[in-house]
């Protein structure tokens, strides 16, 4: 499970897609390292994105096993992320 890639998908009315790599496994914990993305295909409304290769500063963090199930294993299929915010207003 080290070094595997996992994603996360969020956004309220859009949608985005983070990327981390799995640091660490322990009995009861998986430690994550959120990696950065590259945009592989862009337009106003969507765009496809994959994990960067990069090596970035940003902070570990643990996740419980028991919670970490909203995190999805990559495939090395880009993912699709929907930056079209639809809200019309009143």
């Known amino acids: ?3 595997d890639i996992y994603y996360k998908t969020w ?3 859009k949608t985005y897609v ?3 790599k799995v640091i660490k496994e322990t009995e009861f914990f998986i430690t994550f390292k959120p990696m950065d ?3 592989i295909k862009n ?3 969507d765009g496809l994105v994959i994990p960067s290769e990069t090596e970035t500063e940003h902070e570990t963090f643990k996740v419980k096993k028991k919670k970490y199930m909203s995190y999805h294993v990559w ?3 880009p993912q699709e ?3 079209n915010y639809t809200y019309q207003g009143i």
Do not use: C, H, I, L
Request: no cysteine; net charge neutral; aromatic share 20%.
């Open 1 to 3: 499970m080290k070094n």
């Open 11 to 13: 956004g309220y009315d």
């Open 18 to 20: 983070s990327f981390f």
């Open 37 to 39: 993305k590259v945009k």
């Open 43 to 45: 337009t106003p409304q």
């Open 75 to 77: 495939d090395g299929t």
């Open 81 to 83: 992320e929907n930056y």
